[in-house]
């Protein structure tokens, strides 16, 4: 660790090309941090007083099942693969310092995401390596969370959030960084961040709202669940034809409950066991309200 840590202005270029190769499914989180304060001991050669701006690059596996998932956390182990810094003096024009960390092995490295209403999101290098790197990412006013069926994943773009940085190498030198985000960047080929990658994902667009909502207003509560095809209980119901009526007596009229497609969605899908028969019946329910209350 500490050699990847001393050689890491000439080997960023390397290391890149090699964790790009990785056969995983991998996404890659960037961000840039107006830099507060920069505590770095045990240096003698390193004049951290001018450094403005940080960016950060880490790529992590997206194949790791969660070792642990509330609907407050979400918690990865073992699924950091790649970890780039780089501290730059805007005045200077040019880069003065890089680091880069590249995971094989590593203990008690960690990269978290925290709210203000205490969710939360831990990634994890692997155990075995007496170095830890903590990566600390933690709300202020604007939400670092998106609400994705159920769990939080981290939002994608312009986000102001509070970065704490400690790296201890376990001799003499400590890193201590604080600062600011200015934007949250997710590279990803799970287009609509649902869990299924886009080349498998029969929905590549899914609505991915937390519960099932009619008609873009009627909630009924039930969870939006996803199956493993990648398609929501509501793009099940997206995916029904806008139905009219026939005409009657040469007046075209508007359909005014849910159509046989709407109507059938909840029974299909206990068929497939994505709801069970209560949730059915609450989904039904909820259609037709949407549609009887629409009339007034
Ligand atoms: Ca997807
Ligand atoms: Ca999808």
Redesign the pocket.
């Known amino acids: 660790m500490k050699n990847f840590f001393a050689c890491s202005i000439l080997a960023i270029g390397a290391l890149t090309a090699s964790a790009a190769s990785s056969a995983q499914d991998t996404e890659t989180l960037t961000f840039r941090a107006d830099i507060d304060y920069v505590w770095w001991t045990g240096t003698t050669s390193t004049n951290t007083d001018t450094l403005d701006v940080i960016d950060v690059e880490i790529i992590y596996s997206v194949d790791t099942v969660p070792d642990a998932t509330t609907p407050t956390g979400v918690r990865y182990v073992n699924n950091i693969q790649y970890i780039d810094f780089l501290l730059t003096d805007l005045d200077a024009g040019a880069y003065r310092l890089t680091g880069t960390w590249y995971y094989y092995s590593d203990d008690e490295t960690s990269m978290t995401f925290e709210s203000s209403e205490g969710q939360s999101i831990t990634f994890f290098g692997d155990r075995g390596n007496p170095d830890p790197l903590t990566i600390a990412i933690r709300e202020l006013e604007q939400q670092i969370f998106i609400e994705n069926l159920g769990y939080p994943m981290i939002v994608d773009g312009d986000v102001a959030a509070e970065l704490f940085i400690t790296y201890f190498l376990g001799g003499p030198q400590t890193f201590e960084l604080l600062g600011v985000t200015q934007s949250l960047n997710i590279e990803s080929n799970d287009t609509?961040r649902?869990g299924?990658n886009d080349a498998l994902?029969q929905?590549?667009a899914?609505i991915m709202d937390p519960t099932v909502v009619f008609k873009g207003w009627y909630d009924s509560g039930v969870t939006n669940y996803?199956d493993s095809s990648?398609?929501?209980v509501m793009?099940h119901y997206a995916s029904c034809p806008v139905e009219e009526e026939a005409p009657r007596r040469g007046i075209r009229s508007v359909r005014s409950g849910p159509s046989s497609c709407e109507k059938a969605v909840s029974y299909d899908l206990v068929g497939e066991g994505m709801i069970d028969y209560s949730e059915a019946r609450r989904l039904r329910d909820a259609l037709y309200q949407s549609y009887q209350q629409q009339e007034f």
Request: hydrophobic share 10%; with cysteine.
């Open positions: 609509d649902d299924i994902d929905c590549e899914s996803r990648g398609c929501t793009d």
